[in-house]
């Protein structure tokens, strides 16, 4: 019997049905080929590339290699997902009699574990890019991984577009050399450009191997369901955080077996999970809370009682967007927009998460113009309108990191690992120049640090190899390793040393002793800071602080802006053709009344006097990254007409601009100031795109290893370090401007933060559509939200911002 035959008798003894994809993926697998696995979550891809490894196994169960060593290495973009991966292949090697380990390896592994695995890896090893670099930075892993037969990249979708995808196409390119039979896979969600995403997986294996792109073909049935607010709010304003929606929320939850709940960021996940239990005390043991910064302990037993079928919900952030198979869950609750097509996509198939069971998701407005964007997320997935995801090209802050973790296991020779960078889809385009540049700043620091010895790593022995010979730095490097960087965090414990989670250090130096604030789903009060760990106790008090953590906002995909300016119109053309739609009818007609709702081919701009000043609203609806360079060029492009000033308000639907002086709007549209000529060089005049740059060179300098971020429990504060990564960028500009990373950083503020290509597209549009300007007497239903964004940067108490808004909605209207 066959290999393929013998795991075709397993499923059916499981009563479980064989896909074609699942087939195809097996055959093309034997055949020795790379590929790429599209197919929906929920519908047993795991299996499609897992029992693909296991076959190859069991076809050469003679063959001795094939039972020592390390075969397989799984990547997985998070620690939930590699638990279930785990688990999967682990009962599937007891039930087909394959002796085999599974392991995995990730930053919650215990020492003991890693110690074990560093003596001899188990045949299957899950884990994460950063943990497969420090495999890398150990002596000796070309013995190590010499049986290694494939790496399968789980989730492609999400580690594409991040330097986490960067890191993982140099160590595939490494293995590739020590392994010339290694086959790579991915697996994916399907995106926008699926294509590019095989082409930055493989390298230039694309061109000159055989690869093969298995889609799986299953419709996956959502049912998208919006809950409407009982007022529909005529002014709406971003700040509920969606909580007046709550007692909508609690029905859906009781009819449910179990219900995730997923917010946008942290803070809304702590709020909403307090205001549950306030709201409903009976639910108290029935419901948990999951966010990426709760310890792994709460995690784990959160994840195993949703197994158990233990809770009613889990209110959640993306900590389990992905591939976890729950299959208790039955429901799905989005609060506010996910702002993306594919996140919608991915959260929706949490419930139902088996092949040929139906997605229930319930989209609950935070205001009312979200409701919009709930019609147009259903629009848009009946459509298959998916985002792509813009890989990171020429990352020469992760390949510096990537030499030196090189240096520091078994060396490296340039002539040797230079054709291997070169076959990667992020540095194929990396000259000869560019990369005698970067060995002499790992050498030596590069022309402006060479005068110091401890930017000086890599040392060149007699053979030409280079390594890294000082244990300092090789252990400073180690724990510097990857590409996420984020706030500094606290460890927040109680006084008997019990761990709780982490809080970003700006706002626990931020809490006096005595201040209470809400974390994990408790109420504690602070103690005292003690190095990088804040003491807590628990506390009686009913309120507290809900602590923010930064970089949690997501703007606006371009997929979900051009549906979006479609259902606006459709508004007014087609009011009855979705419940949503209908809903809107009075926020609708009043802005018809008191400016114009934009049809297809129409660019609305709104004016009004107020005792702050002359307002000018423009709606480009294109996400909050797109408008921040626009405002600030059309802004600029009106200055060259007279001198003013502005300031700027912004969302996700459009943006202001607030003078002191009468804005020469009608002069400055004869001037065509939405061309996409010059765009460039205006976003660098008008945007402080150094300022942009230089916060971004943070980043850049902690994971290039240019700044420390400090030993375990001494870690640097943040001030510190963005001080350290300023005094380079400045040392750079001053002095080697054409140092690569100074000219990383601005690349990055383009393509990433401003969304240059994608405003390039915006401006073209609205070049070629009618610009139509309406003068307002009062603020319509559009301008209203920016109005309160600016508030909201007033930095307002929140119960005074309430008050303010309160008041002027009610002058308004």
């Not at 960078?421 to 000259?431: E, G, P």
């Not at 602590?547 to 051009?562: D, E, T």
């Not at 400055?668 to 942009?692: G, K, Y």
Request: hydrophobic fraction near 40%.
């Amino acid at each position: 019997m066959t290999a393929l035959q013998q795991i075709e008798n397993w499923f059916s003894t499981k009563k479980w049905k064989v896909f074609p994809f699942q087939k195809q993926t097996w055959k093309a697998y034997l055949k020795g080929k790379d590929g790429m696995l599209n197919a929906p979550t929920g519908s047993g891809k795991t299996y499609a590339v897992g029992l693909a490894i296991l076959a190859e196994f069991m076809g050469n169960r003679d063959v001795h290699d094939h039972q020592t060593g390390i075969q397989a290495i799984w990547i997985t973009p998070i620690r939930a997902l590699a638990k279930e991966i785990e688990f999967s292949l682990s009962a599937a090697c007891a039930e087909l009699d394959i002796p085999w380990e599974v392991e995995k390896r990730t930053g919650d592994t215990t020492a003991a574990q890693r110690a074990k695995q560093k003596k001899k890896l188990p045949q299957i090893l899950i884990t994460t890019p950063e943990s497969l670099q420090l495999l890398l930075a150990s002596k000796g892993y070309q013995k190590q991984f010499r049986s290694l037969k494939c790496i399968v990249n789980d989730e492609w979708h999400e580690l594409l577009g991040t330097k986490r995808a960067v890191q993982m196409e140099l160590a595939q390119s490494r293995l590739k050399r020590v392994c010339p039979k290694l086959k790579i896979w991915g697996i994916s969600a399907t995106i926008g450009n699926m294509e590019e995403g095989i082409e930055v997986l493989l390298g230039d294996d694309f061109q000159h191997r055989n690869h093969e792109l298995v889609i799986a073909n299953i419709k996956k049935k959502i049912d998208l369901e919006t809950l409407i607010p009982e007022e529909v709010e005529k002014f709406p304003w971003a700040g509920h955080l969606g909580i007046r929606m709550l007692k909508q929320v609690v029905p859906v939850i009781r009819k449910s077996k179990t219900t995730l709940i997923f917010t946008n960021t942290r803070s809304q996940c702590e709020i909403w999970y307090q205001r549950l239990l306030e709201e409903e005390p009976d639910l108290a043991g029935q419901i948990a809370m999951h966010h990426g910064s709760i310890g792994k302990e709460i995690r784990e037993w959160v994840e195993d009682a949703l197994h158990e079928e233990k809770l009613k919900a889990v209110v959640c952030t993306s900590s389990l967007d992905l591939g976890v198979d729950f299959r208790p869950v039955e429901t799905i609750v989005q609060i506010g927009s996910p702002k993306g097509v594919a996140r919608f996509l991915q959260r929706a198939g949490r419930s139902g998460h088996q092949p040929g069971a139906t997605s229930k998701i319930y989209f609950v407005p935070t205001h009312s113009l979200e409701i919009i964007e709930s019609a147009a997320l259903g629009q848009a997935m009946k459509e298959d309108l998916l985002e792509r995801r813009i890989p990171y090209l020429r990352s020469f802050d992760v390949l510096i990191q990537y030499l030196v973790t090189l240096a520091i296991s078994d060396g490296f020779k340039p002539e040797e690992i230079y054709p291997e960078i070169k076959s990667t889809f992020s540095y194929v385009s990396i000259s000869a120049q560019e990369w005698s540049w970067v060995l002499q700043f790992i050498v030596n620091g590069g022309n402006s640090l060479d005068n110091y010895d401890e930017y000086k790593k890599v040392i060149i022995d007699e053979e030409g190899v280079y390594r890294v010979a000082d244990r300092t730095i090789a252990t400073r490097h180690r724990l510097s390793m990857g590409t996420i960087v984020s706030e500094p965090d606290i460890k927040v414990t109680f006084m008997s040393g019990k761990y709780i989670g982490t809080i970003e250090e700006y706002f626990m130096a931020s809490l006096k002793p005595g201040a209470v604030f809400t974390f994990a789903g408790r109420n504690l009060e602070f103690i005292q800071l003690k190095g990088t760990n804040g003491i807590v106790k628990l506390s009686n008090e009913k309120n507290g602080r809900v602590p923010s953590w930064k970089g949690s906002r997501m703007p606006l995909s371009s997929q979900l802006s051009a549906m979006l300016r479609t259902k606006i119109m459709e508004c007014q053309a087609k009011p009855d053709s979705q419940i949503e739609l209908q809903s809107m009818a009075p926020l609708i007609q009043m802005q018809a009344e008191r400016s114009h709702v934009p049809q297809l081919n129409e660019f609305l701009i709104e004016t009004f006097e107020s005792k702050e000043g002359y307002h000018a609203y423009f709606y480009p609806f294109e996400g909050r990254f797109v408008h921040e360079g626009m405002a600030a060029v059309i802004g600029y492009r009106i200055s060259l007409l007279q001198p003013i000033s502005f300031s700027i308000a912004l969302n996700d639907y459009g943006f202001e601009l607030l003078s002191d002086q009468p804005i020469p709007l009608a002069q400055a549209l004869d001037n065509n100031i939405f061309t996409a000529d010059h765009l460039i060089d205006d976003i660098q005049a008008s945007v402080n795109s150094t300022e942009m740059a230089r916060r971004k060179f943070r980043d850049i300098a902690s994971i290039s290893g240019l700044v420390f971020r400090g030993f375990p429990g001494k870690n640097k504060k943040s001030k510190h370090i963005q001080a350290s990564s300023q005094l380079f960028f400045d040392v750079f500009a001053d002095y080697e401007k054409l140092n690569l990373l100074y000219l990383q950083a601005f690349e990055e503020v383009m393509e990433f933060q401003l969304e240059e290509a994608r405003m390039q597209e915006a401006m073209k549009r609205i070049a070629n559509q009618t610009i139509v300007v309406k003068h307002l007497k009062k603020p319509s239903p559009f301008s209203f939200p920016i109005m309160v964004d600016r508030l909201n940067r007033e930095k307002l108490s929140s119960e005074k911002l309430e008050n303010k808004i309160r008041k002027m909605k009610l002058e308004f209207e």
